[in-house]
């Protein structure tokens, strides 16, 4: 068997597994792909040299998506690299479509100058940082919900783990019918018994 045919097969026994909830196989597979990331992201880079972008925001855009791809992968149509590739590739050119200094962007979303009073919508800067603060807290209710999901996770199966986590990266349920997670019965009964579990586990964090 060639190296490739086995890395195929790998891939694909991984991902049966991880759309079976399988946490550990979901895991191995974002690992390798990570390391397929940082070769792709490098490749990238070389074409355009003078994008300003730096290959550790386009590596976390590659991470950030790939869980949408495990979601969207259809064996009978393709292997999984070759999906990936294709998915992610799109995703990152669009981010430097965006966000290169030759489309005169700047590196990070949202950056502004504290030179000017207003930005060019005409928002007070008072307001962005007010939307900013909020951001922020946002994040920081994200980052604590996962930890205690993390510590807690022998109270959770392996699918309500899974799903509470895509969650709160910021994919919806929408996104998750469509793939191949869950059935959309199972999608919601599953969060159903997940979101009971957390809530418990937040109250009684709260009571401490």
């Known amino acids: 068997m060639s190296r ?3 890395n195929r097969i790998l891939d694909e026994h991984l991902h049966i597994l991880a759309a079976q909830g399988n946490h550990e196989a979901y895991e191995l597979l974002k690992r390798s792909y990570h390391l397929h990331a940082l070769s792709l992201c490098s490749n990238i880079l070389s074409q355009y040299p003078e994008s300003g972008v730096m290959r ?8 950030d998506y790939f869980p949408l791809i495990v ?30 200094y030759g489309a005169n962007a700047c590196a990070f979303r949202g950056s502004f100058s504290l030179d000017q009073e ?3 919508k005409g928002n ?3 307001d962005l940082l007010a939307e900013i603060d909020e951001d922020r807290n946002k994040q920081k209710q994200i980052f604590e919900l996962k930890g205690l999901i ?3 996770s022998i109270h959770f199966t392996s ?7 895509l969650l709160l990266d910021g994919y919806s349920l929408n996104e998750l019918q469509h793939g191949n ?5 199972g999608l919601y009964l599953t969060l159903n018994h997940a979101t009971k579990k957390l809530k418990k586990l937040v109250e009684k964090t709260h009571k401490k």
Do not use: H
Not at 56 to 63: F, N, T
Not at 71 to 99: A, H
Not at 181 to 185: N, R, T
């Open 4 to 6: 490739k045919t086995y």
């Open 56 to 63: 550790k925001e386009l590596v976390a855009v590659c991470d």
């Open 71 to 100: 979601i969207k992968f259809n064996p009978n149509l393709s292997s999984f690299y070759s999906f990936w590739k294709e998915g992610t590739t799109r995703e990152v050119m669009d981010y430097m479509i965006e966000n290169s």
């Open 118 to 120: 207003k930005d060019d």
């Open 124 to 126: 007070d800067y008072y």
């Open 150 to 152: 993390a510590r807690n």
């Open 159 to 165: 699918q309500e783990k899974m799903l509470l986590m």
């Open 181 to 185: 997670f869950l059935s959309k019965a």
